[in-house]
């Protein structure tokens, strides 16, 4: 024990008044004196002997200089004896006494001296206190929980302890000490009245800062005079806080083992391991249908797999050795890299080519499953031994958490891709469905069997149909076809040839006939009857023969190997036109895609609507929006103007984007851009075998059956297509149905987004339909003005 004065850094805030303090032994005393009649143990001995040893120094029970308790060692020696456990070594406790309040030690172990004292300066670290203003705050909340419990009675939020960070300069790590304050020995006295706590003024709470800028106005310290001792009790809780920091990135940020959690939970890590050189890496187990996903950036935190892709590893190496580690999920522990034997020796080389020495892979499990494997590793040699993995060992049901949170990320990740790319169901009408759900496990428990689910409808809501066709796709879809033929018989042609060459078999002259026959008439006009005697050819004469003189003939099986590579579905030279036509489809329609759902999510914040796309040769969509959609949202025709006004910019966008495309098509196809004017009211609803919305009602049906003929639909007393590349046709009955997108023409004539050339048109007859009209209006391509979608919190003017 060490009998030095070391006062610590008055860092109290200056604005908060200093209380009077007193260095006395008497508050001590007396507690003695008191304990001295309650006893008959032996404990009265020492009490008698500490009062006895006291007694010699009166001047101990009077206020004193904290510079003569140099004096008094034996006493202090005494006083430590009788205050802590006989069975308790000093060398391993830190302990020390120090004045009231103010933060001056005048006793302690070794221990306490060691982390607080720069022996070689002969002052206190300054890196003792990292964050003076929360040390100043933890201490005012102790004073104050003090002075409440000793006046008031007050036990609220009592506080005898705080924690402290402090730097370890060997490390180069935060380590985190609790600070326990006994002030049983310290009296306190009010120099001035005390004020009256009454609810008006005493609802405060210690951990709040207006709580404790009240007591400081109520309470100023300098109307208190502390006399006595106190006693520190200081624990190392670095492993404690550093797993409260896991947790709360657990609770506060939804931790997973992801860029935003990973950095932090590894400083935690670090902190209770004690050494700055060992890293960490995290491997959550991602599957689609129970196997591994293939994507190595999916394990970017896993050291392994960083070296992997880095040094040019293939995954099927890695993805093997993660099935195998899960087949036999144990602890992996490379000691010592450099002595690895012959089995580990590629994974060994692979970990060493990094610089590392040691290398441990642990499985992680949740709820007694395996969600993932943790990693440890350094570069310094020695540094990881099995003393690393026990002190690890708290912080494993956390990492076992994150690696959970992550994988439950990746599955709602997966099912929102699924309901959002591949189902009906949208967020706007999800509360419905929500609703129907409820009312039948509801009624299924209350019936006890499965009950009659609801009927989803959404009544009076306003449709607006769009439809973006691919110009001539099923001419070009046959030519495609006949191309292709074309190539396949003239390889057919030439293996027959081959065969006939060296086999001399009189069949084949025929096939040859046949072949060029096939060839004339894919010049001509084919038709489908043409398409069923080909493939019947193909598949009935040619391909069996083929076979059969590839296995009885193995000198020709070279040629007919590649005319069967060539037909290959998909993937052969055969295919190549239609495989140049779908790629050219795939890139418009994935661009027109991913502009619509753009353009959808900014609809939706404007005004929730269902949106839902289909896809043909283009892309068609329906949107329907109204009050029945979204009860809670009050719903005004404004929406509606603007939805309109949208879908007409959103045409011309469109229009815009796929021509900007042609260069790099290697089928040159164009946009047309359909839109239906319909401006009543229909009823929808959920039609459970099909998965999808429709229509209600009969008069509600005829809608339906009108923009589903219009896609054909011609100019009245020609044969010419009402829609035409480079412009949009909108289809309407009324004129006043039509004279609110006039108006939006206008506008958007005035912006160069379109051209000035807008026609008044009658159509032909449908099916069942008559009295059809149409607008249309070309698209400014040559313009440079940069297209963009309406503003969907612009007023809709140009209609009024």
Known sequence: MQNKILALPDIQDPTIPKPAISLSFKPFLDYIRERLHDTDTIKKEIYQLILHRFSKYPELEEEMSVKDTGKYKDLLDLLYISLSTVVEDEKNVLWGLSTPVTPVIFYGSDPLYSLMYEAAQNQVDPEIFANPPEFNRQKCEMIYSYLLDKFYNLNLNKRDEMVHQVFDKKTSLLKYYRVNV??????????RPLPELTPGNSQFNLSEEAGLETLVKLLPLSMFHFTG??????????????VEKIKDILVNDHGKADEVSYEPVVQSLKSIAGSNELEFGLLPLFRVNNKLVEDIDA??????FSLGKKEGVTKNFFLQLVEKFIAHPKLIFFKDLD????????????????????YALMPVYYNNKLSGAFEIYTRQKGLLDERTLTRIEPAMPLIAQLLQNSLDAFETKINDTIRDKFTSLQPSVQWKFNEAAWNYIYRSRLEGKPAEVNKIEFKQV????????MRNSTIERNKAV?????????????????LKEKSGFALTEEFIFKCTKWQNVFRGVFTTNDEIKVNQFLNEEAHPFLRHFRETNPAVSAAINSYFEAIEQGKGTAWKHRRQLEDSMQTINNAVNNYLDLMNAELQRAYPCYFEKFRTDGVEYDIYIGQSISPEKPFDIVYLKNLRLWQLTSMAAIAKLSHSLLPQLKVQLETTQLIFIYSSTIDISFRNDERKFDVEGGYNIRYHIIKKRIDKVTIKNTRERLTQPG??????????????????????????????DMEYLELDELQGVNGLKALRVGVDFDNATH????SLSQKASVSQ
């Open 182 to 191: 006994d002030t049983r020995f310290v009296n306190v006295t009010s120099e």
């Open 229 to 242: 001792f106190s006693i520190l009790t200081i624990t190392e809780v670095t492993t404690e806080y550093a």
């Open 299 to 304: 394990y970017c935190h896993s050291i392994i």
């Open 339 to 358: 002595t690895c034997g012959p089995s580990q020796q590629q994974v060994g080389d692979l970990l060493k080519s990094a610089g590392l020495k040691s």
């Open 462 to 469: 306003y449709p607006l149909y769009g439809a973006v066709d």
């Open 482 to 498: 006949l191309d292709d033929l074309q190539y396949q018989f003239t390889v057919l042609q030439e293996v027959f040839t081959v």
């Open 727 to 756: 412009k949009i046709a909108l289809i309407y009955f009324n004129q006043k149905d039509a004279e609110e997108y006039i108006a939006y023409i206008h506008h958007l004539q005035e912006k160069k987004i379109l051209r000035d």
């Open 787 to 790: 297209l963009q979608s309406a």
